[in-house]
């Protein structure tokens, strides 16, 4: 008698469903447990805050004062007008975008506001009003000139630059005489405004910044949309691949202009601050600080390819510089060395977070 060949399984062919057995183990795997560790180096952060500690506590030794609460009060208030831009610029670097405008944009802005209230004679707030639709103005222009063009955000950006340098500065000679405004500080409506964008808040008996407030929310604001809103998946996925994101139904156009007026909504709260802490404003202000901006993000952690950063890492970013530039001067060193700082300060950061970034991947 001849045995009857044992039939051969044929395989599963591929794309049909898995097994309950297979769902299972798959949904564990989903499950399984991440350290801690593996949890901390899968945050973009963790490379900012390490060299923020690292700096604190080298300034907490090279300078006496620094730790005093009057100088820490000093470092908070660098680090937050650098970080009320640094935020909104690093959400348009996870999108994968720059904007090298944002430097003179700060000054068109309270430009705009002392100019308009003073030739006008009208209430400081109608100035604040104007200035505010004008600068998103200009944030509109480069997103929605960047989506129309599909030029690089570095030569519109560039070309914003260059136009607002030249406007901030002839027409503050053609209607002012002079480089500078006028003085607006006794005209109605300038201290409520000043209340607003450049009062001080009393905390025991530290005087604290209103700017370190402003910072404050718009972390919180910034990092509540990247992390719990839709919004926030579709910059992180125009940031990774903008052609992948629109073919799966993210608006990037959108999402692209949308992230130009936030940068534009955080020059204008940067403007007002610096027209109402001073009461005059200089046309020649603000070239230059676009790239501490950028240099802040992306010690933070963001990426210059896009897609990866957090708003946090921005502002840990910003109080790195904020501890920088005001413990050199605590420690009585030559201010030439600020830039020098920096600068090893970017390297070492965009280093390190490029090795946390590779181990975390290596750790999934």
């Known amino acids: 008698m001849t045995a009857t060949p044992t039939p051969t399984p044929t395989p599963e062919p591929a794309g049909t469903a898995r097994s309950e057995e297979q769902e299972k183990d798959r949904t564990d795997e989903r499950l399984v447990h991440r350290s801690l560790l593996s949890r901390l180096l899968g945050r973009p952060e963790l490379g900012a805050v390490v060299g923020a500690v690292a700096v604190f506590v080298f300034f907490s030794f090279a300078a006496e004062s620094f730790l005093r609460a009057s100088s820490l009060s ?118 409520s405004a000043q209340a607003l964008f450049a009062s001080e808040l009393s905390v025991g008996s530290v005087q604290i910044q209103i700017t370190v407030v402003w910072w404050l929310a718009l972390v919180a604001v910034a990092t509540w949309i990247l992390l719990r809103t839709r919004a926030g998946n579709w910059i992180f996925a125009v940031g990774g691949g903008q052609d992948t994101a629109r073919a799966v139904g993210v608006p990037v156009a959108r999402t692209k202009i949308c992230l130009y007026l936030g940068v534009a909504l955080g020059a204008w709260i940067s403007g007002q601050h610096l027209l109402f802490n001073y009461d005059v404003v200089q046309s020649g202000e603000g070239v230059g600080n676009e790239l501490i901006y950028i240099a802040a993000a992306v010690i933070g952690g963001c990426l210059l390819t896009g897609g990866y950063g957090s708003a946090v890492g921005a502002a840990v970013g910003a109080l790195i510089f904020g501890m920088t530039s005001k413990g050199i001067v605590y420690a009585q060193w030559e201010p030439d060395w600020f830039k020098f700082f920096l600068g090893a300060m970017l390297l070492i950061a965009t280093l390190l977070n490029a090795y946390i970034r590779k181990r975390a991947e290596a750790n999934r």
């Open 74 to 191: 000093t470092v908070l208030y660098a680090s937050s007008t650098i970080g009320i831009m640094a935020v909104p610029v690093a959400l348009l670097m996870i999108g994968g975008e720059f904007d090298l405008s944002t430097g003179v944009m700060v000054t068109s802005s309270s430009l705009i506001s002392s100019m308009f209230s003073y030739q006008m004679t009208a209430n400081v707030w109608v100035g604040v009003g104007v200035s505010l639709l004008l600068t998103l103005g200009i944030g509109f222009f480069n997103g929605y000139l960047l989506v129309r063009t599909k030029l690089p955000s570095f030569i519109i950006t560039l070309g914003t630059f260059l136009m607002l340098t030249g406007l901030n500065l002839g027409l503050t000679k053609l209607i002012s005489g002079t480089v500078s405004t006028k003085g607006i500080g006794d005209m109605e409506g300038f201290t």
